[in-house]
């Protein structure tokens, strides 16, 4: 999916594919985590926010 987004011109090229896989399903691994160990986290809240930085990471959001 990555190269492909990065062939499409979606995603930053210069981006290493399987680093920035690994680092996405850290993350989500992460809210997961949370979600288990308590279990009135709300990692839903969290969903948007990540989207946000995902796509300035990825170089497809605007840059600040």
Known sequence: VL???Q???T???TLDPAITAELIVAL???L???Q???PDADPQRHVAT???WL???LGTGPVE
Do not use: T
């Open 36 to 38: 288990a160990m308590q």
């Open 11 to 13: 995603i930053n090229p």
């Open 28 to 30: 989500l691994d992460g």
């Open 3 to 5: 190269r492909k987004a």
């Open 32 to 34: 997961w985590w949370r």
């Open 50 to 52: 990540l989207g946000e």
């Open 7 to 9: 062939a499409d011109s």
């Open 55 to 57: 796509r300035r990471l």
